[in-house]
T-cell receptor
Framework: AQTVTQSQPEMSVQEAETVTLSCTYD???????LFWYKQPPSRQMILVIR????KQQNATENRFSVNFQKAAKSFSLKISDSQLGDAAMYFC??????????????WGLGTSLAVNP | SQTIHQWPATLVQPVGSPLSLECTVEGTSNPNLYWYRQAAGRGLQLLFY??????ISSEVPQNLSASRPQDRQFILSSKKLLLSDSGFYLC???????????FGNGTRLTVT
């Protein structure tokens, strides 16, 4: 069975600095999707970035980028120029491509990111 | 644009009382709908999903149930709440089963 591990329960970063959140996963499949979701204090879950496993190029969304290492089964999130609004719980999630649906999303336990002014 | 509404935002209920949480989606038709629970210190757990009116699939056996009386309405219910039902409940929708999820603001349920 697939698993998702976020080894950092809590992280902190100074405003305007860069921080990297780690995520590792375990799977025997070759085709899958990986996601980072953000849950701010308002508690609404927001999709930050998505990576298809067949793509070698790392996904980027403005200040958010990933370092996808398929062989190492690692999917870290880098936040550049951190802002106070980035403070949130960040969840890494895995979805098999074989089933191809959200019922098969597997979630990590999350990393709480604090941004210090 | 599509929006999702979930209410109430917070709820405190005694053990043994009934529960009804409601979620509605606007701006889209025939969405896939989901109920998740997020317990303290744990990740998201999918409880129910629905691909159409009256079509409910349960992922985890429990004393909760879900219904979809209308295309864009999804209700989470219980006849008798347990202490272990406390948690944060999130409703979500997607265009298709493999499309990105869009979440509501969640309901904080405390069973006393």
């Amino acid at each position: 069975a697939q698993t998702v591990t976020q080894s950092q329960p809590e992280m902190s970063v100074q405003e305007a600095e860069t921080v990297t959140l780690s995520c590792t996963y375990d799977t025997s499949e070759s085709d899958y999707y990986l996601f980072w979701y953000k849950q701010p204090p308002s508690r609404q879950m927001i999709l930050v970035i998505r990576q298809e496993a067949y793509k070698q190029q790392n996904a980027t969304e403005n200040r958010f980028s990933v370092n996808f290492q398929k062989a190492a089964k690692s999917f870290s999130l880098k936040i550049s120029d951190s802002q106070l609004g980035d403070a949130a719980m960040y969840f890494c999630a895995y979805r098999t491509e074989n089933a191809g649906n959200n019922r098969k999303l597997i979630w990590g336990l999350g990393t709480s990111l604090a941004v210090n002014p | 644009s599509q929006t999702i509404h979930q209410w109430p935002a917070t709820l405190v209920q005694p053990v043994g009382s009934p529960l009804s949480l409601e979620c509605t989606v606007e701006g889209t038709s025939n969405p896939n709908l989901y109920w998740y629970r997020q317990a303290a210190g744990r990740g998201l757990q999918l409880l129910f999903y629905s691909v159409g009116i009256g079509q409910i699939s349960s992922e985890v056996p429990q004393n909760l149930s879900a219904s979809r009386p209308q295309d864009r309405q999804f209700i989470l219910s219980s006849k008798k709440l347990l202490l272990s039902d406390s948690g944060f409940y999130l409703c979500a929708w997607s265009v298709q089963e493999d499309s990105p999820l869009h979440f509501g603001n969640g309901t904080r349920l405390t069973v006393t």
